[in-house]
């Protein structure tokens, strides 16, 4: 068969096209945890402390038990029966399930009540009582290394302090010496506050273990379907086979659904010994309170330069405060995450980090929130030291920036710390986004407000973030090896379905996956169905975060796709009567090279594969591929954010925001926009207005969105975003991944805008949130020798 084809239109890399799934959101049509409702279901309600550290005399579950609709009560004695009382960490530590010993954190797990109507459920909370003995909180990770602060994590074998892990990266001598041949040695000290990452859709899950067949089917707001799979089986010793995680529409992740969080395992283990379906869904404030709180970081940095502004050497120490469980996901290998990456955009030849995580008295933290695994952290220190550098040298932020960058002739880039940087070109980034914004003009109009005592600031950030976690050589989660997968079908009629191992929280995985199927194969992304999120039916992966899925899962549909090429390139051989190697393929067109009028369609290969195979190939057209990534990926970017600032008063409002992202290819443009302008919302947020406090009975002080504050539409200021493209060399498609480049990058550009607003007057560092108080309280320290 030989026919002449008009390819159809393909809207494959590179096309701002609408995303495919939101007809159903808009419409309302989506489904979310709580909208899944079973036959028999019943209903779980958890018992928090409100004590932050005690210790527990004993828990009278009588009056509630006895409350008509109260299926069962549950304390962590009947846990421990079943051997489920303490369940490991992602990050290798343990947690208590339900207490049975003592409580360690304001909101931390006692008991739970099954009931047939969750408000009974709730009812029935109020009748459990509970005997505390009081014990002395730890609220603070400083405090909790006084080898005088009470123990924690006294049920732990060998732990002698609150010390939860201890690690060092990079040459500590090599750095010694370059601090001992400084001319210059610039210090900064500072905190990057505990953050909640707030998705939409709060926690929950409904568990549905069936006594004929032993099957445990588990709907779950869950990031990471399979690796919770496989620890589920670890945990309650089921068969993993008879483990079925089903991950419907979610109301966004951000980090926070990634842990194992001990109400998924209450209402499993209720499931199974009630033998009925059982739902858990987190209210707002135990989300607010008890979830993965990310960041928590006390950090100092020591920069030291010539006299000229060459960076010479990066010495580094944080203290992470975890919380009373090590309970967040991070490879194994390193034990801060990749806080590693502190050395940033800059040529730093010798580098040293020191760091240490402390157990407190506070819900478990150290969630990658919107980062890879705390690269934001790092982002943020390098980027306040650098700009404190350029004022204690009385050099231009930007001209310091330039000189230090690692120049696109030296990639790929071994940094001190260890890790290879795949591709950059830092000055065109930041050169782009000075020319944007206006740099030597602002600079101008900031000198000559000055005298009138109207203060204008710019802030700069220059980030580099590393995603796309893999490869399976160093990373890893509980051991599970890091890496993704593609299962491509294509049906007789060109009609595909597209397999992922990663799971969608909103980023548009329907769309943007299909698009890559498109760009490979010539199938329009109208005729690929994207399907995520049932460990039953797709290959197995290791889930959304990290800004890991076009890295590994792009990749895979990328490799997948090609493997069926080489297939359908034989396909249209056979149709068309010529030699393998005589086929050209473009934009889902198989022609005879020479001869371009004689051609087939992807569609038509799609068919012959299922009815006019030739004798020596197999029939279908589908495989699958689990990708390994090299390496990680390397996006960047320069934001410079412009601010005006009243001393008097301490008030501060944005008035430009210039974004420059490279993300590599973009494979839809306009949701790497969007992903952008939510990172820039969130950057702003975290800078100016996020804090989760506690008081000195480790009571936590930000439980509802009164307390806790978002950015709304009133407060979030205008974003100019532009784009360089450099290419990731060794990705299939040149993409690097984005989703958090601009959480990561952008509070250090708020931050320095503020400071550099009141430098000055002397003012060096507020730490965040940098509110209109902390404003006025630095201006008024700095005023003696105004």
Not at 182 to 199: I, K, N
Not at 454 to 467: D, H, K, M, N, R
Request: hydrophobic letters at 40%; charged letters at 20%.
């Amino acid at each position: 068969m030989a026919t002449t084809v008009e390819a159809p239109e393909i809207a494959g890399i590179g096309h701002s096209m609408k995303r495919k799934e939101d007809d159903r959101f808009v419409r309302g049509a989506g489904t979310y945890l709580d909208d899944i409702k079973l036959p028999g279901m019943l209903h779980l309600a958890i018992l928090r402390s409100f004590i932050a550290h005690a210790r527990i005399r004993s828990i009278d579950v009588q009056a509630a038990t006895a409350l008509p609709g109260v299926v069962a009560v549950l304390t962590g004695a009947d846990l421990a029966a079943h051997g489920l009382a303490w369940m490991p960490t992602l990050s290798g530590d343990t947690q208590a399930v339900l207490a049975t010993d003592k409580v360690r954190f304001q909101g931390q797990e006692v008991a739970a009540v099954v009931a047939e109507d969750p408000y009974v459920a709730h009812d029935a909370l109020e009748l459990i009582e509970v005997d505390y003995e009081p014990l002395t909180p730890v609220v603070d990770a400083r405090q909790a290394l006084d080898p005088t602060a009470p123990i924690i994590r006294d049920e732990k074998e060998g732990q002698v302090d609150n010390r939860a892990y201890s690690w060092q990266a990079g040459d500590q001598a090599a750095t010694d010496r370059s601090f001992g041949e400084a001319d210059v040695v610039v210090g900064l000290e500072t905190y990057y506050p505990r953050c909640h990452p707030s998705p939409m859709e709060t926690c929950g899950i409904v568990a549905d273990v069936n006594p004929a067949t032993g099957k445990a089917t588990l709907h779950m707001t869950s990031q990471a379907p399979h690796a919770h799979r496989t620890l589920f089986a670890m945990v309650a010793g089921l068969p993993e086979q008879n483990i079925q995680i089903i991950t419907p529409d979610i109301g966004g992740g951000f980090g926070n659904k990634v842990p194992i969080y001990p109400g998924y395992v209450v209402a499993t283990a209720a499931s199974l010994v009630l033998g009925r379906p059982v739902k858990w869904v987190e209210d707002r404030s135990e989300n607010l309170i008890s979830t993965g709180f990310a960041r928590d970081f006390h950090m100092r940095g020591d920069l030291a330069l010539s006299r000229d502004g060459k960076m010479l050497g990066l010495r580094v120490h944080l203290l992470s405060d975890n919380g009373a469980f090590f309970a967040d996901a991070q490879p194994s290998k390193f034990k801060a995450g990749l806080f590693h990456i502190v050395t940033g955009s800059y040529d730093i030849p010798a580098a040293h980090v020191s760091a240490e995580g402390a157990y407190t008295n506070k819900a478990p933290g150290g969630v990658a929130y919107r980062c890879s695994f705390r690269v934001t952290e790092a982002s943020f220190l390098i980027e306040r030291l650098v700009q404190t550098a350029a004022l204690e040298l009385g050099m231009d932020p930007a001209d310091l920036r330039l000189r230090n960058f690692i120049k696109p002739d030296q990639f790929p880039y071994h940094s001190a710390t260890g890790f290879v940087y795949d591709s950059g070109n830092y000055q065109a980034a930041l050169q782009l986004a000075l020319d944007k914004i206006g740099y030597g003009d602002l600079r101008k109009e900031q000198e000559a407000l000055r005298p009138s005592g109207q203060l204008i600031g710019i802030g700069i950030a220059s980030f580099t973030e590393v995603v796309g976690a893999g490869n399976h050589k160093d990373f890893d989660i509980a051991g599970i090896k890091m890496f993704d997968s593609a299962e491509l079908r294509v049906h007789p009629t060109g009609k595909a379905i597209l397999k992922i191992g990663v799971q969608t929280q909103g980023q548009g995985h329907e769309t943007t996956f299909a698009q890559i199927v498109a760009s490979e194969l010539g199938i329009p992304p109208q005729d690929v169905e994207v399907q995520y999120g049932d460990t039953d039916n797709v290959p197995y992966g290791l889930g959304t975060y990290a800004s890991r899925s076009t890295p590994t899962a792009g990749a895979a549909t990328a490799v997948v796709c090609r493997k069926l090429q080489d297939k359908a390139r034989k396909l249209a051989a056979h149709l068309l009567e010529a030699a393998d190697e005589d086929i050209e393929v473009e934009a889902g067109r198989f022609s005879v090279r020479g001869s371009p009028n004689r051609g087939v369609s992807i569609q038509d290969v799609a068919f012959a594969a299922y009815t006019n195979m030739p004798d020596d190939l197999e029939a279908g057209l589908e495989g699958v591929t689990y990708y390994d990534p090299p390496n990680m990926t390397y996006p960047f970017g320069t934001y410079v954010v412009v601010v005006q600032v009243d001393e008097d008063t301490g008030e501060w409002k944005v008035r430009r925001v210039v974004a420059v992202d490279d993300c590599g290819v973009r494979i839809n443009p306009m949701i790497v926009e969007g992903q952008i302008h939510g990172g820039l919302c969130e950057g702003y947020g975290i800078a100016a207005m996020q804090l989760i406090t506690f008081d000195e009975d480790g009571n936590c002080i930000g439980s509802n969105y009164m307390d806790y504050l978002l950015p709304t539409s009133w407060e979030t200021p205008r974003f100019e975003t532009f784009a360089t493209v450099t290419p990731s060399p060794h990705h299939p498609l040149g993409a690097k991944g984005v989703g958090e480049s601009a959480t990561v990058g952008s509070p250090a550009a708020y931050v320095n805008a503020v400071i550099d607003a009141l430098a000055h007057r002397g003012v060096r560092n507020i730490d965040m949130p940098v509110t209109s108080a902390k404003v006025w309280e630095a201006v008024q320290a700095a005023r003696p020798g105004d």
